[in-house]
């Protein structure tokens, strides 16, 4: 299946999230009592729904996104090219409209790939589209199609080769592929406080844009094929 993808055809995606609000006193009553009901069996005796917040970027009722960065690959001279593109900001709604738009633009038949895309981050676009008032893409719908109906590439998948009990990190197959990591800087368990306590979204960014120069990497490699070269990868701003 993978030889045939033409790679033109498929954008590789990242989504960035945090809690939607920096701390647990700021819900209202109401989203403190459903935030410690649904997080009782998974925090046990650890963790008081309060410390368990600092997780919340990970739940589409409780969190907000604010990146998705997007890879484009291109045929130049018999080289493969990638230009990476980014929404972003502290209006959820916003960054979601332009995602939206863009992939209004593209073909139905659009291949969208992702590392841990088919249980993080195309079910939490969903769902924060539609809490956000917004249509889903047709790329990212899946009710009523069969498996080998729907465009999803998620890399993590393909690593498992039908072993669902096993989990590989996106800096892990980096690492074992020789590719460069995007985790030199920082990783995920660190976006909500370098948003809310640095207020440095533009760190964020980057670090989303170079996941998604390392899945659209490993992608290659599971293709059999080169990986692109530095200067061959370009940021759009």
């Known amino acids: 299946m993978l030889e045939e993808i033409n790679l033109e055809n498929v954008f590789v995606i990242d989504i960035?999230?945090?809690?939607?609000?920096?701390?647990?006193q700021n819900l209202s009553p109401l989203l403190q009592q459903l935030w410690t009901d649904k997080t009782q069996y998974i925090r046990k005796e650890l963790h008081s729904a309060e410390d368990f917040y600092e997780r919340a970027g990970?739940?589409?009722?409780?969190?907000k996104i604010i990146c998705i960065s997007v890879g484009f690959y291109h045929l130049k001279k018999h080289e493969m090219h990638l230009r990476i593109s980014s929404?972003?900001?502290?209006?959820?709604?916003?960054?979601?409209?332009?995602?939206?738009?863009?992939?209004?633009?593209?073909?139905?038949?659009?291949?969208?790939?992702?590392?841990?895309?088919?249980?993080?981050?195309?079910?939490?676009?969903?769902?924060?589209?539609?809490?956000?008032?917004?249509?889903?893409?047709?790329?990212?719908?899946?009710?009523?199609?069969?498996?080998?109906?729907?465009?999803?590439?998620?890399?993590?998948?393909?690593w498992k080769f039908g072993d669902y009990k096993?989990?590989?990190?996106?800096?892990?197959?980096?690492?074992?592929?020789?590719?460069?990591?995007?985790?030199?800087?920082?990783?995920?368990?660190?976006?909500?406080?370098?948003?809310?306590?640095?207020?440095?979204?533009?760190?964020?960014?980057?670090?989303?844009?170079?996941d998604v120069i390392t899945t659209a990497q490993i992608l290659l490699r599971f293709k059999g094929s080169d990986t692109i070269k530095e200067e061959n990868i370009t940021l759009v701003k």
């Open 16 to 24: 960035e999230t945090v809690p939607q609000e920096e701390h647990f």
């Open 58 to 63: 990970i739940w589409a009722e409780f969190g």
């Open 87 to 158: 929404f972003y900001g502290n209006d959820e709604k916003e960054v979601l409209t332009q995602f939206v738009t863009l992939l209004g633009k593209q073909s139905k038949k659009l291949l969208l790939c992702a590392h841990n895309g088919k249980e993080f981050d195309f079910p939490f676009l969903c769902r924060r589209m539609l809490i956000n008032g917004l249509p889903i893409p047709h790329q990212l719908q899946i009710s009523g199609k069969k498996p080998w109906e729907i465009n999803h590439i998620d890399t993590m998948e393909l």
């Open 166 to 210: 096993h989990y590989t990190s996106l800096n892990l197959l980096a690492t074992i592929f020789n590719i460069p990591t995007s985790k030199d800087d920082i990783d995920g368990s660190m976006v909500k406080e370098v948003y809310y306590k640095e207020k440095n979204l533009e760190r964020i960014v980057t670090y989303c844009q170079k």
